[in-house]
Nanobody, 116 residues
C-alpha cells in the first residue's frame, strides 16, 4: 500500500494563499489517481480536487478558479495550490491515493485555518 504524508497547512488570513504537499512512498507504481479531501468541524468530508495518472483534473465547485492541483511524478508528490482563501476553506485537508485493486490510501491530514 501507499504511505502519504501531507505538509504545508497552517494559519492564513482571508485572501491569502497556501500550498499543500503530499509525498507518497511505498508501492507507488500502481497509483492511478491522487487528490485532496477536506473536512470542516461538524461537516462531512468532501472532495476538493483530484488528478488522474493521465493528468485529468476535477475540482469542487467551491474551489474552482482558486485552487490548483498538480503532481510531480519524479518526486512522487501531489500539490494543492490554494489562493484567495476564505474562512469557509478552514478544514483538515487529507491527501488520498487510489490504486488498482486496492483500498484507497489516506494521509494523516493537515490543518488549514483561514482567519477573517
Amino acid at each position: 500500500q501507499v504511505q502519504l504524508v501531507e505538509s504545508g497547512g497552517g494559519l492564513v488570513q482571508a485572501g491569502g494563499s497556501l500550498r499543500l504537499s503530499c509525498a507518497a512512498s511505498g508501492d507507488i507504481f500502481k497509483i492511478k489517481g491522487v487528490g485532496w479531501y477536506r473536512q470542516a468541524p461538524g461537516k462531512q468530508r468532501e472532495l476538493v480536487a483530484g488528478i488522474t495518472s493521465g493528468g485529468s483534473t476535477t475540482y469542487a465547485d467551491s474551489v474552482k478558479g482558486r485552487f490548483t492541483i498538480s503532481r510531480d511524478n519524479a518526486k512522487n508528490t501531489v500539490y494543492l495550490e490554494m489562493k484567495s482563501l476564505n474562512p469557509e476553506d478552514t478544514a483538515v485537508y487529507y491527501c488520498y491515493a487510489d490504486q488498482f485493486f486496492r483500498p484507497r490510501s489516506w494521509g494523516q491530514g493537515t490543518q488549514v485555518t483561514v482567519s477573517s
